[in-house]
């Protein structure tokens, strides 16, 4: 494959767009990722740098306070765990509901499909509204209970129709054989459609991960049990704070430091970024289809 | 169906579907019951979580107070959205929202697979992955955090971005508040925030490429665009297509934070939108029924956009999403 | 047959989990029984949430006799869920409400909380009888009082100056507008830092929505004597902006910027990043409420520890060309409102006005405002000293329990201890400041009133008059453009806001 792959860039125009490429990229690289740096910058930066300098990559003095102040209370690093367990969980729930319910959808003569999937495409264009949602989370009994996070967002019809026109795009003959050796519905979906289709459903895994990681709406309405309370939720107030209006600013409490603001930014981003690498690992297996055919 | 299958079919294959005929509904509950099992946990959810809210979106037609509860509110049927369509800023409103949906569906949604594309044709695999997790880290700040770094950036006088536009065009307009600049300003921030992260679904699809396409096409003479234009851009069209169905479904909803941000006294004209106004109108002041009949109004815009896009689709071939 | 079987199993299971959930869920809150806890809803400004076993929970339990079990909620989003819990029919005994927006308006209209006014006249509690009626009467909705009001201080705006700039070009703080006219100029024309270049101007201006709630252009307005919001004329009440001081003060602001004395940015600079200009040197003028005075003496004491007493100057309110007018803060920020679904007896109600009026006791309002005497401050010399290494629970303290405070019939609690002389100033300065403009503070006469129109349209009407001022500060449309917004206003709902509104006056007047 090396030989080939070497052969199909090695002509002279190739190399100049390959140059092109790796500069405009390396450019877009960097631009994407300067607002951020600023961000990681202000985070260990005083105070009185973060007023005085407009825009900066590296701080003049050094100081980890903001990260010492808010990681000095318990109650962060508690719902940092349960965020995490959160995620790990909802991820998989949510995940599993979408491709059982994808791989149906795939099949173009299933009875009633067309259906269905019109009432999916509505649910995408309408939502209740938070009230309504809420009164049937508690109705369910769900409210002050983790699945309260999870199930109200179980299946995101945008993903759903994703998966399900991946799945159907799948080589059939694959699933045909696999039917001839015996196996049911749900064996084909386990052996032969999901590893073949790793790299979207590691995509949606992400999107999903990142969602319940995100969320700050339905721990606010479903979860009043403080100690219950996910990451997102806990430094909302501060994360929020840039958005108050003057008339709050002026109000008796101060708003929270920059720095804290920049410090609970990188806190709530880092380890969903370190979620990805481990992903991107699927998206590099391009040869999946290839090598099971072959 | 797509290229792709017929590319991926070996020749002489026979077709792997016959058609659903009509069938008594017991035969195809015995034959289908698989995959209807496999159906019912995703069913389930879509009734308790998705349409039984809806039961509670009559508030719409109602005068809804929280303390009285949906049924015990008065019964005022199409006021609100008569209020809703007869306010003489909807036409503004419809426009301003038209416009950055626009921009959204012409200009970021087609960079977004310009740049996956770029990114595929990355020989060097570190710089490649490099690249690929740089991309998308802005998709994870907040929008008060990317418009409080876009207000530092062009701030007057000492912004960055300000004093390099100033230094190479000779401007000092005030970027914040020029109504001219606000919607190139929302364009840029939703290409700079969401771009690299909505090259993730393509990737993804990229990836299931076969590499014996490729490898077959160089031995048939083609070149590196040809392959790109016969071979990559065929692999995802059908990703593409979805994905356009599905945005001008959306096309009423600019998204809410963003603009409202973004927007002060100066610009307010051009800033106003669907999404902004309901806010002001109906959330902040507590009137869920006006706010749920315009979500109505915009669910039914959006609904037929869907399912028009889709016939759209289907008459070039192209498989949709039903 | 076997799928015939499944499928109805699944579904029966399903929905009996449903049933029993509901039943569950039934957790027979809002019974006639006495109450043994009180649970409040509250925003909350910390970095975090107190939590159940919090010392200040405790302490206050005790003191108000009932266990206090308190729902925090970010203030951010503080009012998206005020409204589910009102939805739903878990319904705390007592809720902060943050303003009177349309849905507590219809749902204390429907009777959805109690009418407190009776009880509070009734001097059964005596910490709940206000030391300020007007202010009581301003918490109200026309007239009935459905909660007891949070106080603020009345006089907060002030003008803040450079010092050190003021010393170098010798002029003295400002008593009148054109005093302050005059030192933007100065500010901006005369190089009042002395390095010889043209980098400063006057008066630093943040973008600012809505009218009447505080912005420097209000108060400019007010100074000028265009009244606070609505000003009697002949009898009726009328909107400030359509009064002839109003136009006046427009024109005020208008040059103010034309001649560069303001910020190039006031229509978009960030709030949150309204002291940096000062701080840095570049502008030398915030109307601002007094405290930013201390936060920026703050600021200034990293900045520079030996000099910081040079640089910062407050002043009070200023005379006007038609008068002497000062423009006072509301009073109150918000209540806390007692919902019927919650405390369902007229003995509960009591039970509960009962706790609340030992959350009014000085003991209480040392926890809320200052925290455990002992552990995170201590009294010297009758001034609250705090320990420094627990600075992360005072600061929980005054974020979240200091937002229950009501303090209707004073505020007693120990005053802070000044950690310099010149603080110690300072405060004293603030406190005579706000004695002196007190007495000429002009309220808003329909505080009180309620107006349906309003209560729908108002936030879209505020921001007609809000953006033509700007933008006629800006130059972008001229008094012929400002007379057509204030028309707008009019034609958009503003008409029926006034007839609703005069209504009113002449009923409860």
């Given at each position: ?12 125009a190739?190399r ?10 390396t450019?877009?690289?960097l ?34 306070t ?17 965020t995490?367990?959160?995620?790990v969980v909802?991820t998989f ?36 509204g ?13 409210l ?18 994703i998966i ?6 799948l ?16 064996q ?12 979207v ?6 999107f ?16 009043s ?12 107030q ?9 008339e ?12 804290i ?5 990188i ?21 999946l ?6 | ?19 659903a ?8 509950a ?32 109602k ?34 929202t038209?416009?950055l949906a ?18 595929n ?18 998709h ?18 000492n ?17 914040l ?20 992260w ?7 699809a ?19 665009w040809?392959?790109v ?28 934070e963003?603009?409202?941000?973004m927007s ?38 959006g ?15 192209q498989?949709?999403?039903? | ?10 579904i ?7 049933l029993?959930?509901t ?14 806890s ?5 925003p909350?400004f ?15 339990s ?14 951010t ?8 819990v009102?939805a ?7 809720m ?16 959805g ?17 206000t ?15 459905y ?16 010092q ?33 270049e ?12 809505g009218?009447g ?45 034309s001649?560069g ?14 002291n ?7 502008g030398?003028i ?9 936060q ?12 910081f007493?040079?640089?910062v100057?407050?002043a ?23 919902p019927?679904?919650?405390?369902q ?18 003991e ?80 808003n ?30 130059g ?26 005069n ?6 007047n």
């Amino acid at each position: 494959m090396n030989a080939t792959n070497h052969k199909r860039f090695n002509t002279r125009a190739g190399r100049v767009f390959d140059v092109f490429n790796v500069l405009l990229l390396t450019g877009v690289g960097l631009i994407a990722i300067l607002p951020f740096v600023y961000v990681l910058a202000g985070s260990f930066a005083t105070e009185l740098e973060i007023t005085t300098r407009p825009f900066f990559v590296w701080p003049n003095e050094f100081t980890t306070t903001s990260y010492e102040s808010i990681l000095s209370s318990d109650v962060i690093v508690r719902a940092f765990a349960t965020t995490i367990a959160v995620t790990v969980v909802g991820t998989f729930v949510q995940l599993a509901l979408t491709a059982l319910m994808a791989y149906p959808l795939s099949k173009v003569d299933l009875p009633g499909r067309r259906t269905i999937l019109s009432l999916v495409v509505f649910t995408m264009v309408f939502s209740a509204g938070m009230i309504p949602t809420f009164l049937v989370v508690k109705d369910l009994g769900l409210l002050d209970s983790y699945w309260s996070l999870i199930l109200p967002m179980a299946i995101n019809p945008f993903s759903l129709i994703i998966i399900k026109n991946f799945f159907q795009q799948l080589p059939q003959e694959l699933e045909e054989s696999a039917k001839i050796d015996g196996a049911n519905e749900l064996q084909v979906l386990r052996h032969v459609v999901i590893p073949l289709s790793k790299p979207v459903l590691a995509t949606f895994a992400l999107f999903y991960a990142v969602g319940i990681w995100n969320d700050y709406l339905s721990p606010l309405l479903y979860l009043s049990d403080t100690s219950k309370w996910t990451l997102q939720m806990i430094l909302r107030q501060v994360t929020a704070a840039a958005s108050l209006s003057a008339e709050e600013m002026s109000s008796d409490v101060p708003p929270p430091a920059q720095g804290i603001k920049f410090a609970v930014v990188i806190i709530a981003t880092i380890p969903v970024l370190l979620a990805y690498p481990f992903l991107q690992k699927h998206f590099a297996k391009g040869m999946l289809i290839g090598s099971v055919k072959g | 169906m797509t290229t792709v299958l017929e590319v991926d079919r070996e020749p002489g294959a026979p077709p792997s579907r016959t058609p659903a005929r009509r069938r008594r509904l017991w035969t195809d509950a015995v034959r289908y019951r698989w995959l209807f099992l496999l159906m019912l946990p995703g069913v389930l959810y879509f009734v308790l979580f998705r349409f039984w809210p809806m039961y509670g979106a009559r508030i719409a037609f109602k005068n809804y107070i929280p303390f009285l509860g949906i049924d015990g509110s008065e019964w005022v049927g199409l006021t609100h959205f008569r209020e809703f369509l007869s306010n003489p800023d909807f036409p503004r409103l419809l426009e301003n929202t038209l416009i950055l949906a626009g921009l959204s569906l012409f200009i970021a949604f087609p960079l977004t697979i310009v740049l996956a594309l770029l990114l595929n044709e990355l020989r060097l695999q570190i710089l490649k992955r490099t690249v690929q997790t740089l991309v998308y880290i802005p998709h994870f700040l907040s929008w008060t955090v990317v418009v409080s770094i876009t207000a530092l950036l062009f701030a007057i006088g000492n912004g960055p971005l300000w004093t390099f536009l100033g230094w190479a065009f000779g401007t000092d307009a005030n970027f914040l508040a020029d109504p001219d600049w606000f919607r190139p300003l929302i364009l840029m921030q939703e290409v700079w925030k969401n771009t690299g992260w909505g090259t993730i679904i393509f990737l993804a699809a990229l990836a299931g490429v076969d590499q014996e396409q490729y490898e077959a096409a160089v031995i048939d003479g083609a070149g590196r665009w040809q392959r790109v234009w016969h071979i990559t851009i065929p692999s995802i069209l059908p990703t593409i297509v979805v994905l356009l169905i599905l945005q001008t479904g959306q096309i009423l909803n600019t998204g809410f934070e963003q603009i409202y941000l973004m927007s002060n006294s100066l610009n307010r004209t051009v800033a106003d939108v669907f999404d902004t106004y309901v806010y002001f109108a109906g959330i902040e002041q507590g009137a869920y029924s006006y706010s749920t009949a315009v979500g109505l109004f915009k669910a039914i815009v959006g609904l037929v956009l869907i399912f028009g896009t889709n016939w759209l689709a289907k008459r070039f071939n192209q498989q949709g999403i039903f | 047959m076997r799928s015939r079987k499944r499928i109805p199993v699944a579904i029966l299971a399903v929905g009996s989990l449903a049933l029993t959930a509901t039943a569950c869920s039934d957790d027979g809150a809002g019974s006639a029984e006495p109450l043994e806890s009180l649970d409040i809803m509250a925003p909350f400004f910390s970095a975090v949430p107190p939590e159940e076993d919090d010392p200040i929970d405790a302490a206050l339990s005790e003191l108000a006799g009932l266990d206090i079990s308190v729902q925090w909620v970010p203030n951010t989003d503080y009012g998206a869920k005020t409204n589910t819990v009102l939805a739903g029919d878990d319904i705390p005994d007592v809720m902060v409400i943050q303003g009177k927006d349309q849905a507590f308006v219809q749902t204390a209209e429907a009777g959805g909380f109690w009418d407190l006014t009776e009880y509070l006249a009734s001097g059964d509690y005596p910490n709940l009888v206000t030391e300020n009626p007007e202010v009581q009467e301003a918490s109200s909705v026309n007239g009935k009082v459905y909660g007891v009001y949070r106080a603020r201080d009345v006089i907060r705006s002030s003008v803040i100056l450079r010092q050190d700039w003021l010393d170098n070009l010798g002029l003295e703080l400002p008593e009148t507008t054109d005093d302050l006219y005059e030192i933007a100029r100065a500010f901006t024309e005369d190089d009042p830092d002395g390095n010889g270049e043209d980098d400063t101007y006057g008066m630093i201006n943040p973008m600012w929505g809505g009218i009447g709630n505080g912005s420097p252009y209000d108060a400019i307005e007010v100074w000028h004597g265009s009244g606070n919001l609505w000003t009697e004329e002949g009898g009726a009440l009328v909107p400030a902006f359509t009064t002839p001081e109003w136009s006046q003060a427009l024109e005020y602001e208008r040059d103010l910027v034309s001649n560069g004395y303001v910020n190039a940015d006031y229509a978009t600079m960030d709030p949150a990043t309204w002291n940096e200009p000062f701080l840095n040197g570049e502008g030398g003028i915030i109307l601002d409420v007094q405290s930013r005075a201390a936060q920026l003496v703050g600021l200034f004491k990293e900045q520079d520890p030996d000099n910081f007493d040079k640089y910062v100057g407050l002043a009070g309110q200023l005379e006007g060309p038609n008068g002497t007018f000062a423009m006072p803060t509301a009073g109150y920020s918000g209540f806390l409102a007692v919902p019927r679904a919650g405390v369902q007896t007229e003995e509960q109600l009591k039970q509960v006005l009962t706790a609340l009026n030992e959350l009014n006791t000085t003991e209480a309002q040392n926890l809320m405002n200052h925290g455990i005497e002992g552990d995170n401050f201590t009294v010297e010399d009758g001034v609250a000293v705090f320990d420094t290494s627990k600075q992360d629970f005072t600061d929980q303290v005054t974020g979240a329990w200091a937002q229950l405070g009501m303090n209707v019939a004073g505020y007693n609690a120990y005053p802070l201890q000044q950690p310099t002389e010149y603080d110690q100033a300072l405060y004293q300065l603030r406190l005579d400041l706000q004695a002196e403009d007190l007495a000429n503070a002009v309220f808003n006469p329909a505080a009180g009133f309620v107006s349906p129109t309003y209560t729908t349209n108002g936030a879209q009407l505020d921001t007609i008059i809000a953006d033509a001022r700007i933008q006629y500060i800006a130059g972008q449309i001229d008094e012929a453009g400002l007379q057509a917004a204030i028309d707008n206003w009019h034609a958009s709902g503003g008409d029926e806001v006034t007839q609703e509104i005069n209504d009113l006056y002449a009923e409860l007047n």
